[in-house]
């Protein structure tokens, strides 16, 4: 790597996060901690402001667990798992490409892990592809989950990983403009571009608020918060943003939310 590598840290506990940062500065020196996060999603918002090569997550935090955000960030940085797990479900990390630490920090494993960061940091890549990455994830959490106490999931999507180029970034769901099927993809729309994923709109209409965001369209949601104007001409129905060109076709079955316009 050209840079000085970069990493955050996410844990609950004030003192594990001290004790972390210090033993990280005692056993990798050019390392640049640059974000500290008390709960799954600060840590979700400093990957996708400061975009780290490294994220330590603590497996149990508020909100979303270290294994939650593990699943959003897959492809974007390395992760290491900070994790208080007894030796016989350490085996599911040892068989995966996620490193881990054991509660409290030891020493000697750290430097292990920092040995098997620099390797993987030298190499020239993040985590493969994010596709692979996260099938990878996947795999190995399946293994854990008997392990860890599941919570309710949150009740509406917040943040979507999607793809420009060979770049995976986190995007947050109140910046896109409208969401469009498009060919095996779905096109991510935002004020600063587009972006793919490969994952059917049919997921996102799920797993969004359906309050903020309305499906107009077999092949479109829309970001009910960025909607100018709503004419409809004869038969055909359209939707168009404000500050934006498009003009979104509402389907008859949809058109009825919008009597009220």
């Not at 985590?127 to 996260?134: K, S, T, V």
């Not at 960025?226 to 939707?239: L, T, W």
Request: contains cysteine.
């Amino acid at each position: 790597m050209s840079h000085r590598p970069r990493a955050i840290l996410a844990d609950d506990e004030r003192l594990m996060r001290e004790q972390l940062r210090a033993r990280l500065a005692e056993a990798w020196p050019e390392l640049d901690l640059v974000g500290e996060a008390r709960n799954g999603e600060e840590a979700l918002a400093m990957v996708a402001k400061l975009r780290p090569d490294l994220a330590f997550l603590d497996i149990r935090m508020p909100g979303q667990t270290g294994l939650e955000v593990a699943r959003t960030i897959a492809g974007c940085c390395h992760i290491v798992f900070v994790t208080a797990y007894e030796a016989h479900a350490i085996e599911a990390f040892e068989q995966g490409a996620i490193d881990y630490l054991l509660k409290p920090v030891d020493n000697a494993r750290l430097a292990l892990t920092v040995g098997r960061l620099k390797e993987r940091l030298a190499a020239g890549h993040k985590e493969e592809n994010g596709e692979r990455a996260l099938e990878r994830i996947e795999t190995m959490l399946s293994r854990l989950a008997r392990d860890v106490p599941q919570r309710p999931a949150a009740p509406y999507l917040r943040w979507i990983q999607a793809g420009v180029g060979s770049q995976v970034f986190l995007v947050p769901v109140e910046e896109i403009l409208y969401i469009q099927a498009q060919d095996k993809y779905t096109v991510i729309v935002t004020a600063a571009g587009e972006s793919l994923v490969r994952k059917p709109i049919r997921e996102f209409a799920e797993a969004l608020d359906p309050e903020l965001f309305w499906q107009i369209h077999r092949s479109t949601i829309v970001n009910s918060r960025a909607i100018a104007a709503f004419k409809r001409d004869g038969e055909h129905a359209e939707v168009t943003l404000r500050g934006r060109n498009e003009k979104l076709e509402v389907s008859r079955s949809f058109a009825g939310r919008f009597r009220q316009m």
